[in-house]
């Protein structure tokens, strides 16, 4: 099984949207996915809730049966348009790739 755990700073207004409002927006987007794209075990969207300058705003933690599933997952067309987006809103980003 690989997992993919991704987090994010997002602007404080991007797209004409707050923090919050983008924040949703990826958090259903990304869910969303689930139902759209083979491969996906698991898909979850996690919104901050500490208030510190060391967190992120938003964690992505997936799992897939095997790398080839996350490659397929990653270069899907859904997936991009998410991507595409979060690309807009973001001010940074880290990402773990793992085998369990």
């Known amino acids: 099984m690989v997992k993919h755990i991704v987090m994010w700073r997002i602007k404080d207004h991007a797209e004409?949207?707050?923090?919050?409002d983008n924040c949703l927006l990826i958090k259903?987007?990304?869910?969303?996915?689930?139902?759209k794209?083979?491969?996906?075990?698991?898909?979850?969207?996690?919104i901050n809730i500490l208030m510190d300058n060391a967190?992120?705003?938003l964690v992505l933690y997936s799992?897939?049966?095997d790398y080839e599933g996350?490659?397929?997952?990653?270069?899907?067309e859904e997936h991009l348009?998410?991507?595409?987006?979060?690309?807009l809103v973001k001010e940074d980003r880290i990402?773990?790739?793992y085998e369990k």
Do not use: M, R, T, W
Request: charged share 30%; net charge negative; aromatic share 8%.
């Open 16 to 20: 004409g949207k707050s923090k919050k």
């Open 95 to 97: 990402v773990v790739d």
């Open 37 to 46: 794209i083979p491969g996906i075990i698991n898909i979850e969207v996690g």
């Open 70 to 76: 996350l490659n397929q997952y990653q270069n899907h």
């Open 63 to 65: 799992e897939f049966e």
């Open 81 to 87: 348009k998410v991507a595409k987006y979060i690309g």
């Open 55 to 57: 967190a992120y705003d």
């Open 28 to 35: 259903n987007d990304l869910e969303g996915l689930k139902s």
